[in-house]
């Protein structure tokens, strides 16, 4: 039983588009949700991060959104580029230092020119 | 500085084969861990070390061994190689248990036959 779910599993976006994708927990002892970004034949990378002391995190053309009574939280991509084509994956971890990730089943993101 | 390196690459492997997957990383971190990712499930954590000749289990101990003998490598050992571990291994490594940024190598692929 995933504890972190995540989807859609697929997403195709128009360049320009914003990519939305969305992740939901169920154990309230996480408090630390980070999102990696993971290329063809590449280890995973973190890209941004929230804990839930704020509603939402945003680095240049990514945000989190993060909804802590709905215990939901999401990643948006604005202006969506075709180098932004990856597999992303949203995590949890009952310590904010991340330790003991619970990884959510993943998305890959096309992004059309 | 290379980061976190794995061999092999990729690895074919019967049923009842033993193996070492090799893991090194030079940045001189002390959290060193192992994960495997498979499809749909995104990565679930086997072992992680806090540092040398410090161990514990992750969410899917079963069927490996790992050993910190020194603060560069953190090899993990399939004893008795099972269809079932047929999957993609990832090594990552942080500066430390209470540091949030994890290093990612770039995986080993294994299929066990």
């Known amino acids: 039983q995933q504890q972190v779910k995540q989807s859609p599993q697929s997403l195709i976006v128009q360049k320009g588009g914003i990519s939305i994708i969305n992740c939901a927990y169920e154990?309230?002892?996480?408090?630390?949700f980070p999102w990696y970004q993971q290329f063809p034949g590449k280890g995973p990378a973190l890209l941004i991060a929230?804990?839930?002391?704020?509603s939402e995190k945003k680095e240049g053309r990514f945000t989190i959104s993060f909804n802590k009574s709905a215990k939901q939280f999401s990643l948006h991509i604005m202006d969506s580029q075709p180098g932004d084509s990856a597999t992303y994956f949203c995590?949890?971890?009952?310590?904010?230092?991340?330790?003991?990730?619970?990884f959510g089943g993943g998305t890959r993101l096309m992004v059309k020119p | 500085n290379a980061g976190v390196t794995q061999t092999p690459k990729f690895q074919v492997l019967k049923t009842g084969q033993s193996m070492t997957l090799q893991c090194a990383q030079d940045?001189?971190?002390?959290?060193m861990s192992w994960y495997r990712q498979d499809p749909g499930m995104g990565l679930r954590l086997i072992h992680y070390?806090?540092?040398?000749?410090?161990?514990d289990q992750g969410e899917v101990p079963n069927g490996y061994n790992v050993s910190r003998s020194t603060t560069e490598d953190f090899p993990l050992r399939l004893l008795s190689a099972a269809p079932s571990q047929t999957s993609v291994y990832f090594c990552?490594?942080?500066?430390?248990?209470?540091?949030?940024?994890?290093?990612f190598g770039p995986g080993t692929r294994l299929l066990v036959l």
């Open positions: 929230i804990r839930p002391d704020v």
């Open positions: 154990n309230t002892a996480f408090d630390y």
């Open positions: 940045m001189n971190h002390e959290y």
């Open positions: 990552a490594s942080k500066r430390s248990y209470v540091q949030e940024t994890q290093y």
């Open positions: 995590a949890a971890s009952p310590n904010n230092a991340g330790n003991m990730l619970t």
């Open positions: 070390s806090v540092g040398a000749g410090i161990t």
